[in-house]
């Protein structure tokens, strides 16, 4: 393995290891202990943000090492899945979510899960694996599959985390949330256990992650270095 390579490992495993530690174990109530809800979460946000500007440098250096052969097809998945992604990203952070940290009174709501969240009760988290998984399928180098790779596990398998602490943290309320929604998008709706509401996601949420979508579409050669390769 490369140094760059090996580099961009470690950084990945920091970035995961961090969010899983900081997150996930017994450190998370130490340290809310001493210095707040609001102490801990400025930690934590820090944290992530150092770690994964430095996995994202170790990622523009590390040596590009094709699996497969980028064709037109493997470039059109983010042009078609980004705007799905987008929108979730909006709409997840703009909607009130019991499944966030610090909401859960949210879940004994007349109506626990608005708009968004009939179509997944952790919006943000796939809007990350979306994008992440449809960047990797488009790149198909090593350094990709192990940075957008880490990055969709991390997205994903932590909504499967956050699941299991919900569970134990709402208690009865749980089975309310858990009814009329679902962890896989579109889930709970194909089930036919909800039924969505356009106007609770509302219009402007939608037009918004269009428009998210259309600028990171622009800017990606500004972004990246790389253009968007459709043709």
């Known amino acids: ?3 760059g390579l090996l580099s961009l490992v470690i950084a990945g495993v920091a970035f995961c290891g961090s969010h899983i530690l900081l997150s996930s174990t017994r450190l998370r109530g130490s340290l ?14 820090l944290t992530a943000l150092v770690i994964f500007a430095w996995f994202v440098a170790a990622y523009e250096r590390a040596p590009t090492v094709p699996l497969w052969p980028r064709q037109r097809w493997t470039a059109l998945v983010p042009v078609l899945v980004m705007p799905l992604a987008s929108i979730f990203l909006i709409a997840g952070y703009t909607t009130r979510n019991p499944t966030a940290v610090g909401m859960e009174r949210l879940a004994r709501a007349d ?12 919006p943000v988290m796939w ?9 990797l399928i488009a790149n198909g180098d090593l350094s990709s599959l192990l940075f957008f790779g880490l990055l969709a596990a991390l997205a994903l398998g932590g909504s499967v ?7 134990l943290a709402l208690g009865g309320n749980w089975s ?19 039924r969505l509401r356009w106007r609770e996601i509302g219009l ?6 269009l428009l998210l979508y259309a600028v990171l579409y622009l800017a990606h050669p500004i972004i990246t270095g790389v253009p968007v390769m459709i043709s």
């Open 1 to 3: 393995m490369t140094s």
């Open 176 to 194: 309310r949330l858990a009814e009329v929604t679902s962890n896989l998008p579109f889930g709970a709706l194909i089930a036919g256990r909800t």
């Open 111 to 122: 109506d626990p899960a608005p708009g968004i969240l009939r179509v997944t009760r952790h």
């Open 161 to 167: 985390m956050i699941d299991h602490k919900k569970q």
């Open 32 to 45: 809310r202990d001493q210095l707040g809800e609001r102490g801990f979460l400025l930690i934590y946000s």
């Open 127 to 135: 809007a990350i694996g979306l994008w992440s998984v449809s960047h």
């Open 204 to 209: 402007l949420r939608i037009i918004a992650g």
